[in-house]
Nanobody, 127 residues
Framework: QVHLVESGGGSVQAGGSLRLSCVAS????????MGWFRQAPGKEREWVAA???????KYVDSVRGRFTISKGAAKNSIFLQMNSLKPEDSGIYYC?????????????????????WGQGTQVTVSS
């Protein structure tokens, strides 16, 4: 059974930083595509960034240059460093993982591409 656990959310003022972590336990596959999505109240879940087990990464335009997704030292763990946060970055951030979707497929931004999801961590950015 694969379990994804996110941590690191919180409340910050605009311009501040947060670092989110995601650890996938029970993940026995040799490869992964892992991503971060976020969902604000009343809005659809939005893809933010993705990384594969080779370290290839992708970002949505709205966060490129401010957010950095990276692989953790622990196997099957990733981080999302969020700098220069804006109120529109607020929402519940979800970690997702999939062992079969290659990042080159271009499907990294689709929720259907991921088989495993965490429970989410709240990020609130005040102006």
């Amino acid at each position: 059974q694969v379990h994804l656990v996110e941590s690191g959310g919180g409340s910050v003022q605009a311009g501040g930083s947060l670092r989110l972590s995601c650890v996938a336990s029970g993940y026995t596959y040799s490869r992964y595509l892992m991503g971060w999505f976020r969902q604000a109240p009343g809005k659809e879940r939005e893809w933010v960034a993705a990384i594969d087990s080779d370290g290839n990464s992708k970002y949505v335009d709205s966060v490129r240059g401010r957010f950095t997704i990276s692989k953790g030292a622990a196997k099957n763990s990733i981080f999302l460093q969020m700098n220069s946060l804006k109120p529109e970055d607020s929402g519940i951030y979800y970690c997702a993982a999939d062992p079969w979707t290659p990042i080159i497929s271009g499907n990294y931004g689709k929720t259907a591409a991921y088989n495993y999801w965490g429970q989410g961590t709240q990020v609130t950015v005040s102006s």
